[in-house]
């Protein structure tokens, strides 16, 4: 009886070995068998993560994502890397991508890193053609930027009124 029980438990390690498990610290472990199939879903909870590559993105309940273009991106719509999970590529295989998480700057004035001064109203921004220009029609104080921030989801209304 105990050559059988340790039989069994040696064919079980043998399969444990054969097998590796994927992000075991988080609730969506999945399990990727030695043929490369594997056990995952395709989709996680909402939620942030962090992709193999070094992407943040940002997940919902719908089954879809997005992601942050550079850590400015990042620490401007969250700057939670406190809940930031590792995630494997398989685990978000079968999310709709989305492409950059859209930003609404609040209102106010904003230095890009490529050198432009904005106006934001919240909803759509315009560019300031100088420093002057900003001084004379804006003087908020500016924020600024120290990576992209993509803002296609706001209008762009091009140069601000002189």
């Known amino acids: 009886m105990k ?5 069994i438990l040696l064919a079980f390690s043998a399969i444990a070995a054969a097998i590796s498990i994927v992000n075991l610290k988080s609730a969506h472990a999945c ?3 030695p043929d490369g199939s594997s056990t995952c879903s395709g989709r996680v909870a909402s939620g942030l993560y962090r992709l193999p590559d070094g992407t943040f993105i940002s997940a ?4 879809a994502f997005c992601r942050f273009v550079s850590p400015a991106h990042f620490e ?3 700057g ?8 494997d590529s398989r685990e978000v295989s079968a999310m709709a ?7 609404r700057l609040p209102a106010g004035a904003y230095h890009l890193v ?7 109203n919240g909803s759509a921004f315009c560019r300031y053609v100088s420093y002057e220009h900003y001084e004379r029609k804006d003087r908020r104080p500016i924020r600024q930027f120290n990576g992209e921030i993509p803002l296609h989801a706001m209008e762009n209304h091009f140069d601000c009124a002189q």
Do not use: E, M, P, T
């Open 3 to 7: 050559k059988a029980k340790f039989s």
């Open 31 to 33: 399990i990727v068998l």
């Open 60 to 63: 919902n309940d719908s089954g």
């Open 76 to 78: 401007f719509l969250s």
């Open 80 to 87: 939670r890397y406190d809940l930031v999970q590792s995630v």
């Open 97 to 103: 991508n989305h492409g950059a998480c859209a930003v």
């Open 114 to 120: 490529d050198g432009r001064i904005i106006a934001s």
